[in-house]
């Protein structure tokens, strides 16, 4: 529709593909995020092409991979002044985008077509030689048109303006994309005039600033939310955005817990949350007393536990048994959360239909086969840390986690005051088989509090006990199975790293003599963050694991480590002959 349209628009002013005539000598290949990148920089003048090959990296990449973190799940990106590709191709290869992009110098136009083509991207990468601006051409000679022309009815969700002094016209030209699709906009303005005139052009259509970049700099422009008679609430808002991808939902609600000695921190926290939800309920385990703060606004409901604190987590479950058909959140007394805490939470929910749970930080477990008893070893996607792309995970932490209540009908009734809520949460999902995702976001998004009592970003080790063996393998999303056998432990970090697989999810089962607690290490410290699990020969495999690798064995590629590659491991039986000669028999078989 809107891509056949766009192509149909364009071609009334772009010329074909030319030929790629840059020597192989100016091509800079580096590795960016685990993806191996090649650039051609024919130019040794120009500023993006020398910090690039100087540097081993995609020129501003802090700042695009921040701007990706702010990007849903397959997004549509436009790159206008595209130059080399330097964005347009951070945008396709590392967060996953589809990207138009538009240069009009035919000089640069031709190493950009060489770049898509050097890094296989032509079927995510469309590139057009024309210039943008206000009006399309008539009449004339010039290759000018308009983005609206130009796009049609395709949704775009980011819109990046190259630093050219015909920013204003660009966005002049793309007022029917504005309205329809609300893009974020990120544009380098050439002078505090220029950006005055951006100001004045995107205020109409609701835009403000909201984030500075780098020394340039580089602003973004994002669509707000605010709250007038005639648009109802903050909330309201919220969910009207994505009212056609969610369950019916009456409203945000939001749940957490506290212990006496953290309530300054709670005052915090719960100042953060108000003006975002409908709702917030707080569970005070072992107070005598309320806060008074807390009486003082009429959104908050509290309950007062004087006899125990062991609900101190569990607690954020609380107000649960209090809401219908709502997104519900579960939060921390030691994290402000920021403005756009719920708006993102939501429309991060909203891209699983209502049908997933959504978290901020979250583990994968490293799981070993054939030893009830061993302590498995877990990998983290920190709180703190920047995350470009979502990505499932084993463990949701409560700390930051929302759901729907008619996906997630958990009662508070029902919970454990032995068992931690992440570790009972996740029993439930997986029981239920719910996917659970933790989502983009950029550094340091929530900011924990100092306290006496840090628990926010850690992971209970001894809750990962009561945990059953997890594979995102057997959900429905159907991730792929890798098989990896391994001689030496030494050997584990250059396989690791020569594993590049397409997919961001994958389940990796080790096959190695013992699974030590330095192969726990490891494995559990890799960069990738992808669920593990160590097959020991010497132990009988379990049933789990015998039905997990029979039950997938379509998608199931079997890897061996030879020296510090890997090669494709021969099954000249079969993988079930395979896994019989592999593994030790059980006692009862």
């Known amino acids: 529709m809107g891509l056949m349209t766009s192509s149909q628009a364009i071609s009334k002013h772009a010329k074909g593909g030319r030929a790629n005539t840059a ?38 990449q802090q700042m695009l991979a921040e701007l990706s973190a702010l990007l849903p799940e397959f997004p549509c990106i436009l790159d206008v002044g595209a130059g080399i590709g330097n964005y347009s191709l951070f945008f396709a290869l590392i967060a996953g985008a589809r990207t138009i992009c538009f240069e009009a110098d035919p000089q640069v136009f031709s190493t950009l ?42 949704h775009v969700d980011l819109i990046r303006l190259a630093p050219s002094g015909t920013e204003a016209d660009v966005l002049r030209g793309a007022t029917a994309v504005l309205e329809r699709s609300q893009p974020m906009v990120a544009v380098q303005p050439a002078s505090l005039e220029a950006l005055a005139e951006i100001e004045a052009l995107l205020r109409p259509f609701g835009y403000r600033k909201t984030r500075r970049y780098g020394d340039a700099p580089v602003f973004l422009f994002e669509k707000g939310l605010k709250a007038s008679a005639d648009q109802g609430s903050y909330t309201q808002q919220i969910l009207e955005s994505v009212k056609h991808s969610l369950p019916q939902t009456t409203g945000i609600y939001a749940g957490l817990s506290t212990t006496p000695e953290n309530e300054a921190a709670l005052r915090a926290s719960v100042m953060s949350l108000l003006p ?101 070893a877990s990998s983290s996607f920190a709180l703190e840390r920047e995350l470009i792309r979502r990505r499932r995970v084993h463990i949701p932490a409560t700390t930051a ?8 009908p958990v009662s508070f009734a029902e919970c454990d005051p032995g068992i931690p809520a992440d570790a009972q949460i996740a029993t439930y999902v997986e029981t239920h088989n719910i996917s659970r995702y933790v989502i983009p976001r950029p550094a340091a998004w929530l900011q924990t509090l100092k306290t006496e009592r840090r628990t926010a970003g850690k992971t209970d080790k001894g809750a990962l006990r009561t945990i059953p063996p997890l594979s995102l393998a057997s959900s429905e999303d159907r991730v792929p199975i890798i098989v990896l056998s391994l001689e030496k432990d030494d050997n584990i970090i250059s396989a690791l790293s020569a594993l590049k697989p397409k997919v961001r999810d994958l389940a990796l089962c080790i096959v190695c003599d013992a699974a030590t607690d330095r192969l726990k290490t490891l494995v559990s410290q890799h960069q990738c963050k992808w669920e593990i699990h160590l097959l ?24 061996e480590v030879r020296g510090r590659g890997l090669e494709p491991l021969t099954l000249d039986d079969g993988p079930r002959e395979w896994i019989d000669a592999t593994f030790s028999k059980s006692e009862h078989s």
């Not at 986690?401 to 997630?408: E, P, Q, S």
Request: hydrophobic share 35%; with cysteine.
């Open 23 to 60: 020597a192989t000598k100016s091509i800079k290949r580096f590795t960016a995020y685990n993806v191996d990148i090649a650039l051609s920089l024919p130019t040794t003048t120009d500023h993006v092409q020398r910090t690039i090959r100087e540097n081993g990296v995609f020129y501003e």
């Open 113 to 154: 077509e060489q770049n898509i083509a050097l890094n296989d991207m032509a079927t995510q990468v469309e590139p057009h030689e024309v210039s943008l601006g206000a009006e399309p051409a008539s009449g004339t000679s010039e290759h000018v048109a308009t983005l609206d022309t130009c796009l049609a009815d395709q």
């Open 276 to 376: 975002q939800v409908d709702g917030l309920f707080v569970y005070l385990a072992g107070y005598s007393e309320a806060p008074s703060f807390l009486n003082k606004f009429d959104k908050i409901k509290y309950t007062i536990s004087e006899e125990t604190a062991d609900f101190s987590e569990v607690g954020r479950f609380w107000g649960l048994g209090q809401v219908e058909d709502a997104v519900f959140v579960t939060c921390s007394d030691e994290i402000i959360y920021p403005t756009d805490f719920t708006a993102r939470m939501v429309a991060e929910l909203a891209q699983t239909k209502g049908m997933g749970m959504v978290c901020v930080e979250g583990t994968l477990l490293v799981q070993v086969s054939g030893d009830a008893e061993s302590q498995p």
């Open 401 to 408: 986690c929302a759901f729907h209540t008619k996906t997630v």
């Open 536 to 559: 020991e020969r010497k132990s009988p495999l379990s049933e789990f694991y015998q039905k997990l690798l029979e039950e997938n064995a379509e998608r199931t590629t079997y890897l």
